[in-house]
């Protein structure tokens, strides 16, 4: 068993190679161009690769729903080249191997629960902040599309009254998660990237506020036994123990103590990162193997 992995990004491309037990084999990166330029560099890869099913964790918006007509095809994206492009039916057909796709959260969080962070656990939440913010939902035991699939980044959120941002970057939402708190806002806010911002900057307060919010949302509606944050955003500012600061306040005792876990087993980085989403490519490849 040779099972292709391919985690599809707006800026990047990583291919890997997993054996039946999720050893990985080989990986490489590509830079997502057009289709035109980047999917035959793909289809080559793992050609050569001698691959027996392939696992999409694909950026979105995408169809996810098996079985549709346009299942696999990106939807509404601003990455304006592949917008309708049929990311499933072309590897499909380029490769003539059974292919299973999901968004790259819900892929993420499917590792994580399988063998990261959250091994042993049946309902995870995995929420990537970087240049947007997105989650994937694991309950269950299995991953949660719903009418299309959840978009955690555009849940709304109160804005912080010291927020200097008055509109959110979302050109959607005034006041969504992604407009207040993903990379680009740090940027519209204080006039640099998240990774130049001091340690001690008030803006990592205002960045923990609103992640704290979507974690406490998180809380009261799907119930996840663990909330993982990766993502480019959260390597800086402490970040991690100031949203856990903040979601306690946020949520107020209301959820009985003896059933919130320790904040630090609660509220914690992926193990798996930053390729939680390759290996969730990999077992998504070893399911589609067995159809
Ligand atoms: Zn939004």
């Not at 035959?40 to 549709?68: C, D, M, Y």
């Not at 806002?185 to 204080?190: E, T």
């Not at 993502?231 to 003896?258: A, K, P």
Request: aromatic share 8%; with cysteine; hydrophobic share 40%.
């Amino acid at each position: 068993m040779r099972l292709g992995a391919l985690e599809a990004g707006g800026t990047k491309m990583v291919l890997g190679v997993f054996d039946g037990r999720m050893k990985l084999l080989a990986q490489t990166s590509i830079p997502t161009k057009t289709p035109a330029e980047t999917m035959p560099q793909i289809i080559e890869f793992f050609a050569g690769q001698k691959i027996t099913s392939l696992g999409i964790a694909a950026f979105g918006p995408v169809n996810v729903r098996a079985g549709s007509a346009d299942y696999g095809t990106i939807l509404n994206t601003p990455k304006l080249a592949w917008q309708k492009y049929p990311l499933l039916k072309a590897l499909s057909e380029g490769l003539g191997v059974p292919c299973r796709l999901d968004t790259d959260v819900n892929a993420a969080a499917l590792a994580e629960s399988m063998m990261g962070a959250a091994k042993g656990l049946k309902n995870c939440l995995y929420f990537t902040v970087g240049t947007g913010i997105g989650g994937g939902l694991y309950a269950e035991g299995q991953l949660i599309h719903g009418l299309l699939h959840p978009e955690w980044g555009h849940v709304l959120l109160t804005r912080h009254e010291e927020d200097p941002l008055l509109h959110g970057v979302c050109p959607y939402h005034p006041n969504c998660a992604e407009g207040f708190a993903a990379g680009p806002s740090i940027q519209a806010r204080w006039g640099v990237p998240a990774k130049d911002l001091p340690e001690d900057h008030r803006g990592w307060d205002i960045e923990a506020y609103y992640l704290a919010q979507l974690c406490a949302d998180a809380l009261m509606t799907v119930s996840p036994e663990a909330i993982l944050l990766g993502g480019g955003v959260m390597h800086s500012g402490q970040l991690i123990v100031r949203v856990r600061q903040h979601f306690l306040r946020l949520v107020n005792g209301y959820i009985d103590q003896e059933y919130l876990p320790e904040m630090a087993d609660y509220i914690k980085p992926p193990a798996l990162y930053p390729d939680s989403g390759l290996y969730g490519a990999g077992y998504l490849a070893r399911s589609a193997r067995k159809k």
